[in-house]
């Protein structure tokens, strides 16, 4: 599986973006997706997950009620949409694809992933 992300770039405080993952294959609705993202200095960090069937997803504590995660098993494609973005929420992002079990907490994505994607830069200006 090949993770294309896209959708990034430079927004003022309290402004949004979506970005989108498109994955390559037959078989993007057998994996579970998710967001990362890395921040200059900082170590990768969970973001989102959403299972295959879109039923579940689980969100970090920093942007619960901000993010909204997403997909379209026919498009092979999840998105993540952000809204009410603040200074800390600049990073570049990941999406991520983990065959396996979903878990409640990060979508069992903290168990290790298996497809990463290019990322994409989020630069969010005061």
């Known amino acids: 599986v090949q993770l294309q992300a896209s959708g990034g770039g430079l927004v003022q405080a309290g402004g949004s973006l979506r970005l989108s993952c498109a994955a390559s294959?037959?078989?993007?609705?057998?994996?579970?997706m998710g967001w990362f993202r890395q921040a200059p200095g900082k170590e990768r960090e969970f973001v989102a997950a959403i299972s295959r069937s879109a039923r579940s997803t689980d969100y970090a504590d920093s942007v619960k009620g901000r993010f909204t995660i997403s997909r379209d098993n026919a498009k092979n494609t999840v998105y993540l949409q952000m809204n009410s973005l603040k200074l800390e929420d600049t990073a570049v992002y990941y999406c991520a694809a983990r065959r396996g079990s979903w878990y409640d907490t990060k979508g069992g994505l903290n168990y290790g992933v298996d497809y990463w994607g290019k990322g994409t830069q989020v630069t969010v200006s005061s």
């Open positions: 294959g037959r078989t993007f609705s057998t994996y579970i």
